[in-house]
């Protein structure tokens, strides 16, 4: 299923952002879904993911407490709100659809990929 990421931007250490993911075609709803992230020269990081249980709910440690995955099916569009934002958190942000339907952090699991939306905080 084809994944459209957006949102991203440059914004102060403290700020917020609002992440989307927009699938077209395939059942959304049955997909898990995930974000990830990746700073040049790093490896790719797991961020957030949801199954299609919506409380299948996993999220890295490094992003626990200040974000917030979640999905919304009738718009083929998941989310990520990130709030609390850190200059750490700067990357390319990336969605992904896993047709199993897990919520995996594992992103080999993911057979689908969108575009990166770019994330910088300033300090």
């Known amino acids: 299923v084809p994944l459209q990421a957006s949102g991203g931007g440059l914004v102060q250490a403290g700020g917020s952002l609002r992440l989307s993911c927009a699938a077209s075609?395939?059942?959304?709803?049955?997909?898990?879904m995930g974000w990830f992230r990746q700073d040049p020269g790093k490896e790719r990081e797991f961020v957030a993911a949801?199954?299609?249980?919506?409380?299948?709910?996993y999220y890295a440690d490094s992003v626990k407490g200040r974000f917030t995955i979640s999905r919304d099916n009738a718009k083929n569009t998941m989310y990520l709100q990130m709030n609390s934002l850190k200059p750490e958190d700067t990357a390319a942000y990336y969605c992904?659809?896993?047709?199993?339907?897990?919520?995996?952090?594992?992103?080999?699991?993911?057979?689908?990929w969108g575009q990166g939306t770019q994330v910088t905080i300033s300090s």
């Open positions: 949801m199954g299609w249980i919506p409380t299948n709910i």
């Open positions: 992904a659809a896993d047709a199993a339907g897990w919520a995996t952090p594992r992103a080999k699991e993911y057979e689908n």
């Open positions: 075609g395939g059942t959304f709803s049955a997909y898990g």
